[in-house]
């Protein structure tokens, strides 16, 4: 079946600092990859996807770039802030095979330090 | 445009009893999920409708877990009976038609303790 994985957390950056987290994927299929993040308390929230292979997606400085031929879709941004500490996912739909569920990583935890 | 919306945002039960989650959808959004979340196994699928009509049951969760649709604008989420392992934190997702039918909403969540 489809899987992600991603980098292990947790990670703890300075701020300033650049950040990536690795994601990879597993599906026969043609998926579009998402980023979703969340903060303690709060239910996860899109940070931006990309439905298509080789085109990038970006939102508040993260960016992230489909590569079906690696399968992956690592996640960086240059300079982190404190106020990035959260929980970074990685995941996959394929709703041209019939699946319409988000298939998630596991989950990286991130802590900037000030 | 309301979020997702659940109740209670925690909850605490006493083993073996009956517990009922509940959660509004974003307005005119077709699609809704019922995830679990624990930091060992992270986010799991319990139950996917579309329109309605219940097109997953995640199979390790059929035993006590029922997920139902009342109407297009609200589920519930019934664990009965309840046991200390059940507690996680449950998420309920919305998502609508067309181009952005991938993007899931997620509510706050349920924050289960079970003693």
């Known amino acids: 079946g489809d899987s992600v994985t991603q980098t292990e957390g947790p990670v703890t950056l300075s701020e300033g600092t650049s950040l990536t987290v690795n994601c990879s994927y597993e599906?026969?299929?043609?998926?579009?990859l998402f980023w979703y993040v969340q903060y303690p308390g709060e239910g996860p929230q899109l940070l931006f996807k990309?439905?298509?292979?080789?085109e990038k997606g970006s939102n508040r400085g993260f960016e992230a770039t489909y590569n079906k031929e690696a399968t992956s879709f690592h996640l960086q941004k240059a300079s982190v802030q404190e106020s990035d500490s959260a929980v970074y996912y990685c995941?996959?739909?394929?709703?041209?095979?019939?699946?319409?569920?988000?298939?998630f990583g596991s989950g990286t935890q991130l802590t900037v330090m000030p | 445009d309301a979020g997702v919306t659940q109740t209670p945002r925690h909850e605490v039960a006493e083993k073996g009893q009956t517990i009922i989650l509940k959660c509004e959808p974003v307005?005119?959004?077709?699609?809704l999920f019922w995830y679990r979340q624990t930091k060992i196994q992270g986010l799991e699928l319990l139950s996917y409708?579309?329109?309605?009509?219940?097109?997953?049951d995640g199979g390790a969760f059929k035993d006590r877990f029922k997920a139902e649709m009342l109407n297009s604008s609200f589920s519930t989420l019934k664990i009965q009976p309840t046991e200390p392992k059940d507690s996680a934190v449950y998420l309920c997702?919305?998502?609508?038609?067309?181009?952005?039918?991938?993007?899931?909403?997620f509510g706050p969540g349920t924050r289960l303790t079970v003693l």
């Open positions: 997702a919305s998502s609508g038609q067309g181009r952005s039918s991938y993007e899931q909403y």
């Open positions: 307005s005119g959004h077709n699609d």
């Open positions: 995941a996959l739909s394929d709703p041209p095979s019939g699946s319409w569920q988000l298939i």
């Open positions: 599906t026969k299929q043609y998926p579009t």
């Open positions: 990309v439905p298509k292979a080789n």
């Open positions: 409708f579309r329109s309605k009509s219940l097109m997953e």
